[in-house]
């Protein structure tokens, strides 16, 4: 599997990332930087990371999806490439309008820092086919803006369509109906709080993150 994963000014989770993507699929991704105008060919997976890109200010994640890169991202996402973003990420990938709706500061406005149990609402994605419908997965948040918001009528959708890919099993940080996860209308396109980057090996507590990048490599696979 070809991947990249992005740097921003501020990002703090880009190597985690980057070892995590190694560890599950064997294959280093490739690292750009935001100032980057283009994308290497052939890329299988874009991973937007966690962090806190620009310092926050202004939205988490606005000023980042004004960045050079992520106009190649949205072209590449519009192709059909899957694109992941975690946390700091999937912030971007809203601000971009890859994915609907916005992360709003969390309720109670306190940092939440710990593992959460998420149930699999989509297990039919390119991300999410080794995990069962239903099933309960623990992976570790850290974010102070991850309350997730859309109108009514956008979640009544996205709920309908199979787009909202975890829920929290309970409550964590204010976000609509617990939505940890969204896709977009064509699922090659994956936002999520959660870092499963950090439950990909046993001495993390856990394995349940790695499923995430095997179901990718597989899905790679598949349609080669």
């Not at 991947?3 to 560890?23: K, Y």
């Not at 519009?78 to 309008?97: D, H, M, P």
């Not at 039919?124 to 992976?139: D, N, V």
């Amino acid at each position: 599997m070809k991947s990249a994963v992005i740097t921003f000014p501020g990002s703090n989770c880009d190597r985690d990332l980057a070892v995590g993507i190694e560890r599950v699929t064997g294959h280093a991704p490739i690292r750009l930087w935001h100032g980057d105008q283009t994308l290497p060919e052939g890329l299988d997976l874009i991973a937007v990371p966690g962090g806190f890109s620009y310092g926050d200010y202004l939205r988490s994640g606005a000023m980042a999806a004004r960045s050079p890169v992520v106009g190649a991202v949205v072209e590449a996402a519009e192709r059909g490439v899957a694109v992941l973003g975690i946390c700091n990420g999937f912030q971007i990938l809203t601000e971009a309008g890859l994915l609907p709706g916005a992360l709003m500061r969390n309720a109670g406005i306190r940092f939440v820092c710990r593992t959460v149990g998420l149930t699999v609402e989509n297990a039919s994605s390119r991300f999410t086919a080794l995990y069962q419908p239903g099933e309960t997965i623990h992976i570790p948040v850290a974010h102070h803006d991850g309350n997730y918001f859309a109108d009514d009528a956008t979640l009544d959708r996205i709920e309908g369509e199979g787009q909202v890919a975890f829920r929290y099993a309970e409550p964590v940080n204010g976000s609509a109906r617990d939505i940890a996860g969204v896709l977009n209308a064509k699922g090659n396109v994956l936002g999520m709080m959660p870092h499963p980057e950090r439950m990909v090996e046993p001495q993390h507590g856990g394995t349940d993150g790695a499923r995430l990048f095997e179901a990718l490599a597989q899905s790679v696979l598949e349609r080669a």
